[in-house]
């Protein structure tokens, strides 16, 4: 059994937070930093290497697309201004915090990634840890 301790504002596993995104509004993470500080601001996006090959539901790829609201991608980059359903996605996605992320406030936290290694193993893990929402207000 592995058990972790978690402290806020941290990656959950070291290493995971090596490299940030910058301050976006639905962007996908691109090199050097998706900065588009407008309502729904979005960037092209670039694939991420991760660092070995995944096999996700028979199709094998060794990089994703890192997108601000909250999951990753392996077809192509996701920008929406707002959730939608998932019935209505054919993205290859895998979304933990599936959210209206807003990153453009200072106080926001940005999302984060990195290679490491646990329980052994190689691993590739995205943070959204204290990131912002979209206030519709």
């Known amino acids: 059994?592995?058990?972790?301790?978690?402290?806020?504002?941290?990656?959950?596993?070291p290493?995971?937070?090596a490299t940030g995104d910058g301050r976006n509004d639905d962007?996908?993470?691109t090199l050097g930093g998706c900065n588009n500080d407008s309502p729904g601001g979005t960037c092209a996006g670039t694939l991420v290497p991760i660092g070995f090959d995944v096999n996700f539901f028979g199709?094998?790829?060794?990089?994703?697309?890192?997108?601000?609201?909250?999951?990753?991608t392996f077809d192509f980059s996701l920008f929406s201004p707002?959730?939608?359903?998932?019935?209505?996605?054919?993205?290859?996605?895998?979304?933990?915090?599936?959210?209206?992320?807003?990153?453009?406030?200072p106080a926001s936290g940005a999302v984060t990634f990195g290679n490491g290694?646990?329980?052994?193993?190689?691993?590739?893990g995205v943070n959204w840890i204290d990131v912002g929402y979209f206030d519709i207000k």
Do not use: H, K
């Open 1 to 13: 059994m592995v058990f972790a301790s978690v402290s806020f504002g941290d990656a959950i596993v």
């Open 27 to 29: 962007g996908t993470y």
């Open 117 to 124: 290694t646990f329980d052994g193993r190689d691993a590739f």
């Open 15 to 17: 290493g995971f937070d």
């Open 82 to 105: 707002d959730p939608f359903p998932l019935i209505d996605s054919f993205n290859q996605m895998i979304a933990p915090f599936f959210a209206d992320v807003d990153t453009r406030n």
């Open 59 to 72: 199709v094998t790829t060794d990089s994703l697309y890192i997108n601000t609201n909250g999951n990753v």
